[in-house]
């Protein structure tokens, strides 16, 4: 349940996401079913292939349908194949390897291949690689050791290579073929170079190791986990027997791993500990080399999360001095924004300190020397920093929350800033390292991605994807577009919400509602992005008579530092009374049937459900609350303190924010959903919740997917849950 990080935009990839494979079963175009939806090719988006921009900012290069490394100009579109599929095969004969990801090397003449890779918690970081000599034409693995690595990068000179095998560090010689470990104590309590699975979760941090720029030193996290109690779930499917599955997780309140920073030699002895303060509570952020193969960045925050400290240390004697602090009443979100500037003499930075996530530059003494936007609208994240050009790119809502488009402004502060986007909705951009190009994948609710290629002062060059067989599937669809309105709490507060009406509405009859919540910290479903499935899934509900909203809930984003640390010691309090308050204003239009009102969410939106459909006289005929979490106590330390601090500290707050203590005010029928395999928020919350509910005698339903992970999907899953919802609101709302 990871943060957003300045309420990013969304990635490329998300907006470019596949569907999954053709159903048999046929349905009229104008309508939508669950098979066309999660089982068919009828809106399958095409994506564009994740590419890397060349040293000249004029070309770049992307993996070819048929496996081929292809180069394309970018103005004019011509491509070539670069490195062909035929030819990745690897010393000794057999099949050519298949190209996941890859890395040129700074002269371009070598590439490191990363292939046959396996899952680590969210995504494949475990494989092998290769090294694809472009002048030898030779594919060499880059160790003849046995086990799988993690996160091999070229030196700087593309000499070497770098690696995490078995959580210790590893240095390979290409010529010589030669290994160094850098590291020894790796195992399963010690992790070198990676990290353990809360620092992946709500830190976002996987690639653990950072090349010196001169190619001499590596710095790396050491993170220790042997404190952090395990937590267990059940395989119960294959194997005769039930079979535990170990998760070293630190929930709420209990001990958290702990972190170091160290600087060791490429050719391996003593590693020197960076000075991080005595503190062994403190959570290490960030880390990066700083403007010299001398000196590391480090970002610190303390384990409330309401204090970030930017240290600067010595990566020879470790010693490290404080360059400036952040903190917030609240909590402080940790981000990307941190870039060197003028020689090191100069950095950017991104501040809530006016109550609006802006950009600054700041001294090396840590002193303001200008702001660079301001305004009650908010910098989502920086996209690219062009020294050379002298500007900032990033994306922002200066537009309103609901929107996402792309700016720059310049770095010495002179002049405005410059808004490039100009269609209306989502936009995330990819900037050439030469600051030449960008790309520019943008949506809108109704929209699938497009995908422009620009200049960088935002003049269009071409179109790259287009996804014109989904938009021809989509205008043929019997729906109406959502709108996007307000509704007026009682205090004055202005939640921004949007509404899905049936094609055929009739103002004059009345309707059913279902509500769509997630309303955590920092999110928006009010996003006017391509929302998917997800969203593909409520237009098939207003076909069927439904009319569905979703509420944005004091603590979402892109509203200031105000509304969003409303909820600080309070999650759940004022996420379930908006959604109330949201669902009473439903109920009093002419055109809604105030019996017939429901709420459904995932994740923090099932938690929100669950706080919803619980609080005294909630309104909710039904609800769906999946992957919930039940008790702040039974989630992990990181997310929950940031916002919570600790049980000890705040029992208060983790006592009226717990489902489990208010089950006996259900009154509407309730489903709850969960994957058994669900490392995130566990199925132990479920559980929880349904032994509450049980005590108090409160009828419900519940639908479990066993070894299922928070996502509940693979194979036909997908397909099966949306029955089974489309098939329960129906009956129960």
Do not use: C
Request: charged residues 20%; hydrophobic residues 40%; negative net charge.
């Amino acid at each position: 349940m990871r943060t957003p990080v300045r309420h990013a935009a969304v990635a490329l990839a998300a907006l470019l996401a596949a569907a999954p494979a053709p159903a048999q079963q046929q349905t009229p175009p104008s309508q939508l079913s669950i098979e066309r939806i999660f089982a068919s090719a009828d809106f399958r988006l095409q994506g564009l292939p994740a590419i890397q921009w060349m040293r000249d900012g004029q070309r770049y290069t992307f993996v070819g349908d048929n496996g081929d490394l292809m180069v394309e100009d970018a103005a004019s579109g011509r491509r070539e194949v670069m490195v062909a599929a035929s030819a990745l095969v690897p010393q000794g004969g057999g099949q050519p390897i298949d190209i996941e990801e890859y890395e040129w090397s700074g002269d371009e003449r070598k590439l490191l291949i990363f292939t046959n890779s396996q899952r680590v918690w969210r995504t494949n970081t475990r494989g092998k690689y290769y090294v694809w000599d472009l002048d030898r034409r030779t594919l060499s693995p880059i160790t003849a050791q046995d086990g799988w690595q993690m996160f091999a990068k070229l030196s700087p000179d593309g000499t070497r290579v770098g690696f995490v095998r078995d959580n210790d560090l590893y240095v390979a010689d290409l010529a010589t073929g030669r290994e160094t470990r850098l590291t020894n104590d790796g195992g399963e309590q010690i992790i070198n170079g990676t990290f353990d699975w809360v620092y992946e979760e709500e830190l976002g941090l996987q690639d653990g190791w950072r090349w010196s720029p001169d190619g001499q030193r590596i710095a790396f996290w050491r993170i220790d986990q042997s404190a952090v109690r395990t937590f267990y779930m059940i395989q119960e499917t294959d194997s005769l027997y039930s079979q535990p599955v170990a998760l070293r997780y630190p929930k709420a309140g209990s001990p958290n791993p702990t972190a170091k920073i160290g600087v060791v030699s490429v050719g391996g002895g003593q590693t020197t500990w960076m000075d991080t303060g005595g503190d062994p509570e403190v959570l290490l952020a960030r880390m990066e080399w700083a403007d010299s193969p001398t000196e590391v960045v480090i970002q610190r925050t303390n384990r409330i999360q309401n204090r970030i400290d930017v240290l600067l240390a010595d990566a020879s004697t470790g010693r490290s001095r404080v360059l400036f602090t952040e903190s917030d009443a609240a909590w402080v979100d940790v981000g990307d924004d941190f870039h060197w500037l003028n020689d090191g003499r100069q950095f950017l930075w991104s501040s809530e300190r006016d109550g609006w996530n802006h950009l600054y530059v700041y001294n090396r003494d840590g002193s303001v020397a200008r702001q660079l936007t301001r305004g009650e609208w908010e910098v989502t994240r920086v996209m690219a920093v062009d020294e050379r050009g002298g500007w900032v790119y990033f994306g922002a809502t200066e537009e309103g929350p609901a929107e996402r488009h792309v700016y720059r402004v310049r770095l010495n502060g002179r002049g405005g800033i410059e808004q490039l986007s100009r269609e209306a909705g989502t936009h995330s951009a990819a900037v050439s390292p030469a600051g030449t190009y960008y790309l520019d994948a943008y949506s809108t609710i109704t929209t699938p991605a497009v995908t422009r290629l620009h200049r960088a002062d935002g003049t269009a060059v071409r179109t790259l994807v287009e996804n014109a067989p989904a938009r021809q599937a989509l205008a043929a669809l019997s729906v109406s577009a959502p709108e996007f309105f307000t509704i007026r709490t009682q205090d004055g507060t202005d939640l921004n919400a949007w509404m899905i009406k049936p094609a055929d509405f009739d103002p004059s009859r009345r309707y059913p509602v279902l509500m769509y919540v997630y309303g955590g910290p920092g999110s928006q479903t009010v996003l006017n992005a391509w929302g998917g499935s997800r969203y593909l899934w409520h237009q098939s509900l207003a076909q069927r008579g439904y009319i569905v909203v979703s509420v944005d809930n004091r603590g979402t984003g892109a509203r200031g530092s105000r509304f969003e640390k409303s909820v600080y010691m309070k999650l759940g309090q004022y996420e379930a009374a908006d959604q109330i308050e949201a669902a009473g204003w439903l109920a009093r239009q002419p055109y809604v049937d105030a019996g017939r009102i429901g709420i459904w969410g995932w994740s923090y939106g099932g938690y929100t459900t669950a706080m919803a459909m619980t609080r005294p006289g909630a309104p909710f005929k039904a609800g769906i609350a999946v992957a919930p979490v039940a008790d702040w106590g039974l989630y992990d330390s990181f997310y929950t303190e940031r916002f919570m601090r600790t049980p000890q500290e705040n029992p208060e707050g983790y006592r009226l924010g717990a489902p489990v203590n208010a089950a006996a005010n259900l009154r509407g029928r309730m489903l709850i959903v969960h994957g058994t395999g669900d490392d995130n928020v566990h199925f132990q919350n479920s559980v929880r919740l349904a032994n509450a509910l049980q005590a108090a005698n409160k009828q419900f339903q519940f639908m479990a997917y066993p070894n299922r992970t928070h996502s509940i999907s693979g194979g036909p899953t997908s397909a099966h849950l949306f029955t089974m919802l489309t098939d329960w609101i129906v009956q129960n709302l």
